[in-house]
């Protein structure tokens, strides 16, 4: 797939060139672009976290063909860039977007460092963002955080944080270990689950951390402690499925209980797994079994158009379209008034959709429900089936956001590390 993909809509090169042909003048021109809606698309659609990138070029693909390509009267031209997982690279697509194809928005990209690496341009472009996955969590005792980002979906902690806290009091875990990817989203996650589960009571006495490209994991599964109750897995793009194998061709599988975080079991990869993946705990904004009207509307859509389940990365671009949908309603359709489009997007209240009630905080991150599943079969497919809902949760749990706010980003030393043993 080229990295810029017209997905609906008439693309640039061809108006230029249809322009040039009949002499059209400036104001005319002016016209035809503004009668389309461009809109950005950064993912990941090589390297190993492109399964990931695929499910989200599904969910937007999915979201414009509703709509016969258009949204608020607008037909859409949804230019798709490759970031590969690297954030130079997405800062580098951020700049083509803005500066050569002129969007007034754009939604993406996968991985959270690729998110940070071009926070500081979209600063200073001012061009709104809507992240399709987990926010990166902002260093808010330093800088204020980006006015122009928002997001489709939480923080990587805000999953985790209701996993660490159902792990202590309800499986009545006492030490995990930690095994999560040596990167920014392997850190939140880790770090949100850290912090709930030993406010509950719990002791984190191992930490691992595999980097991204790992070729194999059997020296961090000989590491794992033999007298923990859990480990906890931070893994995304197609490595659950690697290190899950691994992990029940070492034997460790019913000895040793397994949590994870929201792409440990993500839909998109759960449909190549095995029984390797029976019981695996794990939390997240979205699950294809939600019983709501508008998700079965939504898994029966992606059924029939690809032939398997939504999952959490199908399901952040067509949230993410619409906050944009429902902004343009606001605006009658415009997006030449920045000031007044951003503000639109930033007082959306999602009541429809896949995921279900959602709002945006003064930061720019939702509020919303989040779900333990646990994987199970059901009909004879692997299913994440939902045990328990947290309601609304914030990206600041129950922390009070004034203090918490004061406390150092997550990382590999935070939160310390009290217990290891």
Known sequence: MSARKTIFGISRRTLLKAGAAIGMLPAARALAQSSGLRIGFLTVLTGPLAAGGQQQVEGATFFLNERNGTIAGRKVDLITQDTAGSPALAKTKTQELVERYNVPVMIGPLATNEALAMDEYVRQTKVPLITTTSAATVDLRSRAPNPYVLHAFGTAPQVTYPLGD?????????KIAIVAEDFTYGHEGAGGFQLAFEAAGGKIVQKLWPPLNAPEYGAYLAQIKPDVDAIYTGFAGSNPLRFLKAFAEFGLKGKVAVLGNTTMTDEGILKVMGDEALGVYSAGWYAA??????????????????????GF?????????????????????KTDDAVAFLKAMREVRLTHGPIGPVRLDEYGTPILDIYIRKVARVNGKLTNTIIKTYPQVSQFWTYDPKKFVQQPVFSRDFPPSKYLE
């Open 166 to 174: 159902y792990a202590a009091k309800t499986l009545g875990y006492k």
């Open 289 to 310: 079994g939600l019983d709501t009207p508008d998700n079965k509307k939504f898994v029966a859509g992606i059924n029939a158009a690809y032939h398997h389940d939504p």
């Open 313 to 333: 990365y199908t399901a952040g671009p067509y949230t993410a379209l619409l906050i944009i949908e429902q902004a343009l309603k606001t605006t009658g359709g």
